[in-house]
Every structure is written in C-alpha cells, then in structure tokens.
DNA sequence: TGAGGTTACGCCTATCGTAATAATG
DNA sequence: CATTATTACGATAGGCGTAACCTCA
C-alpha cells in the first residue's frame, strides 16, 4: 500500500469514476485504474462495485475510505507541524 | 513522503542508528540512509541528531515521530478492517 | 456507438545492493 | 582502527502515458 494509491483511493471515491478522478489528480486514467486494482488485490477485497456508469463504494470501499481520510490527514499534519517548528526554533 | 519512509523513520528512531534499523527491516544501510535524507529534505528539517554513535531524535524528529506511529497504525487498521469486513460478508 | 474501465507495451524515474568514501572517538 | 553514516554506480522494479481493447446500455 502507497500513499499515492490511498490518494487516487479517494479520489475516486469523491469523483465517482476513474476518469474524473484521473483529471483531478493530473494524472492519465490507466494509472488511476492500476493502483485501485494494485490496492484491492492487496486488500484481499473489492472497494469499488464497477457499474457502467462508474464506480461506487463497496461496504469495504466506506470502510477504508474513512481509514484513508485519516491518514491522509495524519500526513498532512505531520509535514506541517515538522516544518511549523522548524521555522519556530531551527 | 512515502510509507517506506515512514517506516524507516520509524525503525531509526526506536534502534537508534541507521544500521540495526536497515537489519531489522531486513534491507541494506545505505537504503535507510537515503530515504531518512530524503525525508528530511522534503520537508525541510532535520529529524535525526548525528553522533559517532548513532542518531537521535530531533525536536522535529520527536513531533514527527508521533504522527508517524499513528500513520502507520492507521494503515494497519485501515487493512485489517476491509479484510476482517470483506471475511465477514464477502 | 458512446461512456466508462482495463490491458499491453515502451519509457523513465526511483530504489536497491555492493562497494567505496568520509568522519569521529 | 572500529564504528557509523554517506556517496557512487550499475542493475532492477514500479509507475506513467499512449494506444488498443473490452463491456454494457
């Protein structure tokens, strides 16, 4: 698991499909399909249904999608307080 | 910043030098070395202390190693409930 | 046939390991 | 000189983009 995979994870999430995820991240939609395959099979389950008119949350999908916001968030906390008190004390 | 990183920041702090760090992640020295450098460049402040006998903990180190065990502890929950989910209902 | 997802394939970057190079007590 | 971290360098793996392909209404 990567955080860019947890970064397209929900992307798609929010977008609903891969392509309007794709164009979100700047990134071409093959790439943005890969890494949620890379990330399901990982996982051992699917956190999407596919349906022809994209893609939605499997009870899997809402369960992970609460875990990548935290994380993602945990990132961003992180980087900031480093840098907030490197800034404050050197 | 990647999990990887991540997790060699993580075994540096709790090993206390870069080489039992790369042992017990079962990687090279040189691996852990760069990623820690790399680490500490993007965000733009140094984690680790440099001594003859090792490397400690920063101020910023220690701030950053907060966030980073919950980081990762996110990314343990975050497999272990889609896979104990996806075991419980297919 | 149009809208979407996936697979093939070639390229390019990132990471690794081995080996060599500091630096310090 | 022993210990530790870093840099050099060649090899490999992972990720991307373009293009082709599949599926479904």
Redesign the pocket.
């Known amino acids: 698991m990567?955080l860019?995979?947890i970064e397209?994870f929900v992307a798609?999430a929010d977008q609903?499909?891969?392509?309007?995820?794709?164009r979100a991240?700047?990134?071409?939609?093959?790439?943005?399909?890969?890494?949620?395959?890379?990330l399901e099979d990982e996982l051992g389950a699917e956190l999407?249904v596919?349906?022809?008119?994209?893609?939605t949350l499997s009870r899997a999908g809402v369960v992970f999608l609460r875990h990548a916001r935290d994380i993602l968030a945990g990132v961003r906390a992180a980087a900031d307080d480093v840098r907030r008190l490197d800034r404050a004390d050197g």
Request: glycine share 10%; proline share 6%.
């Open positions: 990567s860019s995979q397209y798609v609903g499909n891969v392509g309007r995820a794709a991240l700047r990134v071409a939609q093959p790439a943005v399909s890969r890494q949620i395959l890379r999407f596919r349906t022809p008119r994209g893609m």
